[in-house]
């Protein structure tokens, strides 16, 4: 079975500072992969997705991610944090004929003035 | 557009209480998934249509959760003698079509408490 692993359960930074939250997969075949993020009281919103196009992918808000398969990662960065970017991140993959999705237990971000 | 909608967004629910959830997924799409949200968790995948057809319910808990998807349209999630450890927010998406990496578009969820 697929899975995804999020390192770090809370992230922190400062206004203008860099964003590195980790993802790692666990996957038999080539994956799909996904990053969501969820505001408070809301659903989830998709960042971005691999689909074995191109290993660095470019989402909204000024987010990418690249896909690492030697190192069975897809870490989300972004250049410069901003305060609208807390929120909690979502790491994904999607499993199957029926393309279910299996979530990390999410990274909190944190964005300090 | 519209996107995919659900009701109610809050729900208390005492426990043994039978409760239905609603979800209204984007029009046109074909491909519908339930799925559960435990506090300070990532969503757990209880359940997925392609359009009127439940291809996959291996994410149920137990016999007391059901969903339908009649009309091919919206859904609707039950819980039967409603139990503490069903509280969660539960999460609606759809996506345009089966198969590949579609974009799943999810509902803002509808937060059940059992008391």
């Known amino acids: 079975a697929q899975s995804v692993t999020q390192l770090g359960s809370h992230v922190s930074v400062s206004e203008g500072a860099l964003v590195l939250l980790r993802c790692n997969y666990s996957?038999?075949?080539?994956?799909?992969l996904f990053w969501y993020v969820q505001y408070p009281n809301q659903g989830l919103q998709l960042l971005l997705k691999y689909t074995s196009a191109a290993t660095l992918v470019k989402g909204i808000n000024g987010f990418e991610a690249e896909f690492k398969k030697s190192e069975t990662s897809f870490h989300l960065t972004k250049p410069s944090a901003h305060m609208s970017d807390a929120a909690e991140y979502f790491c994904a993959v999607s499993e199957g004929n029926t393309d279910k999705l299996i979530f990390g237990t999410g990274t909190r971000l944190q964005v300090f003035p | 557009g519209a996107g995919v909608s659900q009701s109610p967004r809050y729900k208390v629910a005492k426990r043994g209480q039978d409760v239905a959830l609603r979800c209204d997924p984007i029009?046109?799409?074909?491909?519908l998934f339930w799925y559960q949200q435990a506090l300070g968790q990532g969503p757990e995948f209880l359940t997925y249509f392609q359009n009127e057809a439940q291809l996959d319910k291996s994410g149920l808990p137990s016999d007391r959760f059901f969903a339908e998807r009649p009309e091919g349209s919206v859904s609707t999630l039950k819980i039967q003698r409603t139990q503490q450890e069903d509280s969660a927010v539960y999460l609606c998406a759809s996506s345009s079509q089966g198969g590949g990496p579609e974009t799943q578009y999810f509902g803002p969820g509808t937060r059940l408490l059992v008391l």
């Open positions: 029009s046109g799409h074909v491909s």
């Open positions: 996957s038999s075949v080539p994956p799909y």
